[in-house]
C-alpha cells in the first residue's frame, strides 16, 4: 500500500463479500462483492478488501456496484489496480452493474473501455 | 482552526461588469481582502450576466442529507458566494453535499449536478492528497454559470504538485474552463461550469451536451 496515498476519513461505504467454490474439477473460485455507499480517497476499505480478496487469486471476482451512490478517480484507481493485478495471475474482474453515478465516472474516465461491465453476475459468469 | 491567509480573499467585492449576456463571456474585475489582511485583486469572466441572485437561507436535501444552505454577501451582477469553505479529509463528503445542494439551487440541469459535483470534489481531493491535507472552496453561482475556486489552505504548504492524475482529467473534462496558478503560498484551481437556457432546459437530453 502507497504511503500517504489513502486518507482517513468518514465516507460511508459498506462490504459485503461472498465467495463460491470452482464448479465440478474447475480450480479457481468466484468472488462477489458488493459495495454500497460511497466510496472515495479517504475510503481505505476498498483498498484493502481488494488487496485480499485479490491476493486469494479467485477466477473470477465480480464487483456488484449498483449501490454506489459516488465514486472518485482514486477509489476507481484502486480497482483499475486490482483488475491489474489480477489479470496479471491470469484472473477476472468484472463490474456488475454500474449506477448512473459511477457509469458517468467510467465513461469520464474511459476506464469503461478497460474494465468490463456486464449487467448481471450471471452475464458475466457467462462469458 | 488557525488563521493562515489564503491565497485568495475571504469576500470579493466586483467593482465593475461590463457587457451583458448576450454578448457572451464578461471580463469582471474584483477586489477582496485576504484573511491575513492583504488586499487581492484581479479579474474573472463570467458568462450569462447580468442575472439576479438573491442572498438568503434555505434547506436542500442532497445525497439522503438535509442540508442547510446560506447564500452569504449581497447579489451583484456577476454572481454571489454560495460556498466559501475549508476542508480536509474528514469533510471532503459534507462538501459534496454542499455543492450538490448549491448547484440544484443555482439553477444547474439536474443531469449535470452529479458531475459537477465530481469535478469539484477532485479538485478538493487533489488538495488534500498533494497539498498541505486541506483546502478552501469559494463557489461562485450566477445565472447560467458556477464558479468554482479551489486553493490549499496552508501558506507553509509550498506550491501543489498538481498531478494530471484521473481527477484533473476528470475536472477538465467537465468544467468549460479549469486554470492552474502556483505561487509561492501555494496554488489554487479556478473552474468554470456552465450551462444553457437554464429556463428551458427540460429540453436537454443525457447526449445533449
Known amino acids: 500500500m502507497g504511503q500517504g496515498d489513502i486518507i482517513p476519513g468518514v465516507t460511508d461505504l459498506s462490504v459485503s463479500v461472498s465467495t463460491e467454490d470452482g464448479e465440478d474439477g474447475e480450480d479457481g473460485s468466484r468472488t462477489l462483492v458488493r459495495l454500497v455507499g460511497e466510496a472515495d480517497v479517504t475510503t481505505r476499505v476498498l483498498g484493502d478488501m481488494l488487496g485480499a480478496e485479490g491476493a486469494k487469486k479467485p477466477r473470477l471476482l465480480l464487483l456488484d456496484v449498483s449501490g ?44 469503461d473501455q478497460v474494465i468490463p461491465v456486464h449487467a448481471s453476475a450471471e452475464e458475466a459468469s457467462a462469458q | 482552526m488557525s488563521s493562515r491567509a489564503g491565497s485568495f480573499p475571504a469576500s470579493a467585492r466586483i467593482i465593475a461588469a461590463h457587457g451583458s449576456s448576450a454578448a457572451g463571456p464578461v471580463v469582471v474585475p474584483w477586489t477582496g481582502r485576504a484573511a491575513g489582511g492583504l488586499p487581492h485583486g484581479g479579474s474573472w469572466t463570467w458568462r450569462n450576466l447580468p442575472g439576479r441572485w438573491r442572498p438568503g437561507r434555505f434547506t436542500s436535501q442532497a445525497m439522503g442529507r438535509r442540508v442547510q444552505v446560506t447564500i452569504a454577501g449581497g447579489s451583484s451582477e456577476a454572481g454571489t458566494a454560495v460556498i466559501d469553505e475549508r476542508f480536509d479529509a474528514a469533510t471532503l463528503h459534507l462538501l459534496r453535499a454542499r455543492v450538490t445542494a448549491c448547484a440544484a439551487a443555482a439553477g444547474m440541469p439536474a443531469d449535470l449536478v452529479p458531475e459537477v459535483t465530481l469535478a469539484v470534489h477532485e479538485l478538493a481531493a487533489n488538495a488534500v492528497r498533494h497539498g498541505a491535507g486541506e483546502g478552501r472552496l469559494l463557489l461562485y453561482a450566477a445565472p447560467g454559470s458556477l464558479r468554482c475556486l479551489v486553493s490549499d489552505a496552508g501558506q507553509d504548504a509550498g506550491p501543489w504538485s498538481v498531478r494530471q492524475g484521473h481527477g484533473l482529467w476528470i475536472a477538465r473534462e467537465v468544467a468549460d474552463q479549469v486554470t492552474v496558478s502556483s505561487g509561492p503560498h501555494g496554488s489554487q484551481i479556478v473552474a468554470v461550469f456552465s450551462w444553457r437556457g437554464a429556463a428551458n432546459r427540460e429540453g436537454r437530453g443525457s447526449e445533449a451536451t
Open chain 1, 68 to 111: 454506489l451512490t459516488f465514486i472518485d478517480s482514486a477509489a476507481l484507481h484502486e480497482i483499475v489496480r486490482a483488475y491489474r493485478k489480477l489479470r496479471a495471475d491470469g484472473c477476472r474482474l468484472a463490474l456488475i452493474s454500474p449506477s448512473p453515478p459511477v457509469a458517468r465516472v467510467l465513461q469520464l474516465s474511459a476506464l
